[in-house]
């Protein structure tokens, strides 16, 4: 009652947006001494992390094989078979691309670091023949300092002996915490039912009531984000890699395996990715065939116009939602704050926060006015509501289910 009065004051919400504004302030001002915390909390749990990032990303396998072998009755039996044979396929992968992939890698860098000197010959011909001089640009020295390249690299080794050692040592370190971190992510996909079944008797205990059910369809939007884009995003990325790799080989044209694999990477980066990816191809094929390097460049277009407009509509659908700005300002703001991880992260996390907007937050506001938008239709706030209310009705009618559902199920 005595709480009730305050808040009914005139000064209150003065006085909390102040509090806000202040707290606001310390945080931004002392981000860099937050984020060095945080990342030396992350420091210390890294492989417990990895591996909890491992079984997420395995997880949606061992779903499918978990659907795949419903004849089985046991719910134990199922899912211990369905993860062994997740982490099994995994691993295969892995080592078939590595066994194909790294020597055809070798094998073109051997061949670029060999051929060097006559690719940047061709090069400078071919810009002469455009009419840049050289006092604009002039590659003599490059030519001349990669002739006595073995040389620069045996000088370098022997000057920072102590270096190179400390790299190695570190580099072990992290294949080391790799190692861990996949069998951690082993150990917790198995109890996943158990962990689970923790977390919502946390979650009931915090929230207890309908806004448990609120809190628990939001949790499960946010993990249908995420599971979807990884996922979506990996069998895309496949398919870029696939396709380059078919057309180059079709074409006659060098470093297949090389190429194509910056290009599958690249890919995963959103926005600016694919970009990044075709300048280094096209870079690597200039020096080898110029004419290569332009059909490449042309494909490299086409392919990734398709990719825009027909593979990842078709892959993703209607699963973010989210406009083209928004993932953009995202991938700025992910990548000046956390680098690489920051990209990565951008999408399903512009995702979960468009989403958190729309059907929570901005709908609480405009039942605190009196405001509703379900007539009109704009920004979709009834259809919003109904896909809400739909999620939570379906989520009530299987709530025994869910907690006898294995660990590939969801």
Known sequence: MRMGKIRSAPWYPHTVA??????LYFFLASFSDIRAGINTFFGYFSPVILG?????IVNPLAGLFSRLFRVIKKDGTRRLISNALAFFV???????????????????IKTFVGNLDGYIASLSHMLENLGVTKSMFD???????TENLLDVISKYIKENTNTIL???????????????????????LTEKPRLKKGVQRLLRALFGGERYEEVHIFLRKCDKICSRYIVYNLIDSLIIGGVNAVFMTICGMQYVGLISFVAAVTNLIPTFGPMVGAVIAVFILLMVNPTHALIFLIFTLVLQTLDAYVIKPKLFGNSLGVSGLLIMVGVIAGSNMFGVVGILLAVPAVAIIDFAYTTMFLPMLEKKHGIFSGEDGNDGGGKDEKETA????????????????????E
């Open 139 to 145: 590659l003599s020295s490059v030519i001349d300092s």
């Open 90 to 108: 995994v691993v295969l992968f892995i080592f078939f691309t590595g066994l194909i992939l790294v020597p055809q890698m070798i094998d073109s």
């Open 390 to 409: 739909g999620e939570k009705n379906e989520n009530e009618s299987a709530g025994v289910k869910d907690e006898k559902e294995t660990a590939g199920e």
């Open 18 to 23: 102040i509090c806000i504004g202040v707290l």
């Open 52 to 56: 909890c990032v491992i079984a997420y």
């Open 166 to 188: 400390n790299t190695s040592v570190n580099a072990g370190m992290i294949v080391f915490r790799w190692v861990i971190a996949f069998i951690l992510s082993i150990y917790l």
